[in-house]
């Protein structure tokens, strides 16, 4: 059964990290995309980070520097290393995966959430000040 599920969420102060982590069970990291969104009521939903094919990797200007995708392939898990966390970082992070095939990670960014078919729950991350 293809699934996926986040967890690492949770509170932090303004400069905090947190790594979240999705379990991909499934999923085969070298074919398809895997990536991190973000909602939240106040902001559309937007791409974080993605991972294609070749290990590939492209990130929103917004956490480009702060942000970190990376695979493990051995343990079928995602994750985001998320550093130096601020307040508008405040979302619902979504981990999610496309159909396509071998796909680098600027054409599955470029694509946007339509092209990512599969979805966690999302793990909550707020950033206080």
């Known amino acids: 059964q293809v699934q996926l599920q986040e967890s690492g969420g949770g509170s932090v102060q303004s400069g905090g990290s947190l790594r979240l982590s999705c379990a991909a069970s499934?999923?085969?990291?070298?074919?398809?995309?895997l990536g991190w969104f973000r909602e939240t009521p106040g902001r559309e939903r937007e791409g974080v980070a993605i991972?294609?094919?070749?290990?590939?990797?492209s990130y929103a200007d917004s956490v480009l520097g702060r942000f970190t995708i990376s695979q493990d392939n051995a343990n079928n898990t995602l994750y985001l290393q998320m550093n130096d966390l601020r307040p508008e970082d405040t979302a619902i992070y979504y981990c999610?995966?496309?159909?396509?095939?071998?796909?680098?990670?600027?054409?599955?960014?470029?694509?946007?959430?339509?092209?990512?078919?599969?979805w966690g729950q999302g793990t909550q991350v707020t950033v206080s000040s």
């Open positions: 499934g999923y085969i990291f070298d074919r398809n995309c």
């Open positions: 999610a995966a496309t159909t396509v095939q071998y796909a680098a990670s600027w054409y599955c960014f470029a694509r946007g959430p339509g092209e990512f078919i599969h």
């Open positions: 991972i294609g094919t070749s290990r590939t990797t």
